[in-house]
């Protein structure tokens, strides 16, 4: 839908953060912690960011966004192009970092822009008066974005901020704030690929992996399976027709080759959108957006990025 851009707010040098309204001011359907929102700059490209605002703020939606030095044009635009009043295209929030029910513990790990899906979090988890922590990494206070919010109630007494934490003491630095908490506590992070597979190695260590939890908001370079990729068939049950993937092709271009539309967002293996059940075959997973156990499950398969370890895949399509 078409939402207006009502206030922008430079949290730190490079992060400002929008809050976008309906054209009519009206609510705005509810989401979850941890949800995100594709965005779309009027003829620019669209990119996934999570909802950071307070959940009583039921006529907007706020995300936050970091000017990247690489940016392919999502961050420029929405720095440099928009200002308030601007229109942009927002897509329905899509969950897939939800805060686990069965927890009675929280821990959050946010290192930079990071934080803004742990901020929904902590929206909801201070109001439900539940256990939980938010472990805050930046650069140093002039980079840490929401830092007078959450140094502030309810927040403040949940909040640690770990300022200019240097690669090689990160380690204990996160022993130490794993050690503060539960062994059953669940573990989400969301940051930088490198602080985030820190933070899992850290929580590996106590608890298993139904118990961590964690957001991606770029891909790495999707991985070639042994010997590189291969083709492979896949077969349509709706229709039984059968197409093959080249090696050098993904199914969902394959599929668009042969009149089929897939619905994409990311087309990076991070937002969820291209997902559809699998009826056969074995898919080699290749995306950030199902789980472990999801992968393992092997009924749904992520169609932008995924391949086949099987010669052929059954799609419920
Ligand atoms: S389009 Fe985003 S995961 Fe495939």
Redesign the pocket.
């Known amino acids: 839908m078409k939402m207006i851009v009502e206030k922008i707010v430079n949290e730190t040098p490079d992060i400002r953060s929008f809050r976008l309204v309906r054209p009519d001011g009206g609510k705005l359907a509810p989401y979850e912690p941890g949800a995100h929102v594709d965005v779309t700059v009027p003829g620019g490209p669209t990119r996934q960011y999570s909802l950071c605002g307070a959940p009583h703020d039921e006529c907007a939606y706020t995300i936050a966004v970091k000017k990247e030095p690489a940016s392919r044009g999502g961050s420029r635009a929405l720095h440099e192009e928009v200002s308030e009043r601007s229109e942009l295209e927002v897509g329905a929030p899509r969950n897939l970092f939800a805060l686990d029910p069965a927890a009675n513990e929280h821990v959050l790990f946010g290192a930079g822009i990071g934080v803004t899906p742990l901020l929904a979090m902590a929206w909801r988890l201070a109001a439900e008066g539940q256990a939980f922590t938010l472990h805050y990494f930046t650069r140093g206070p002039e980079h840490t974005a929401f830092a007078d919010l959450l140094g502030t109630p309810p927040f403040a007494r949940h909040v640690r901020f770990h300022y200019g934490v240097k690669p090689e003491e990160m380690a204990h630095t996160l022993d130490a704030c794993m050690n503060a908490a539960s062994p059953a506590a669940h573990v989400y992070t969301c940051g930088p690929a490198p602080f985030m597979d820190a933070v899992v190695a850290c929580a590996a260590k106590s608890r298993g992996e139904d118990a961590i939890h964690l957001e991606h908001f770029q891909a790495a370079p999707a991985a070639a399976g042994a010997g590189g990729d291969a083709p492979f068939e896949v077969m349509l049950a709706g229709s039984g027709a059968t197409l093959v993937v080249p090696a050098d092709r993904t199914i969902?271009e394959v599929l668009a080759d042969a009149g089929i539309a897939i619905d994409?967002?990311?087309?990076?293996?991070?937002?969820?959108?291209?997902?559809v059940p699998l009826l056969d075959g074995t898919a080699d997973h290749r995306?950030h957006?199902l789980s472990k156990k999801e992968k393992a499950a092997n009924d749904q398969i992520?169609?932008?990025?995924s391949r086949a370890r099987s010669a052929r895949l059954v799609l419920d399509i």
């Open positions: 969902v994409t967002s990311c087309r990076e293996g991070i937002c969820g959108t291209c997902v995306d957006c992520c169609l932008c990025v």
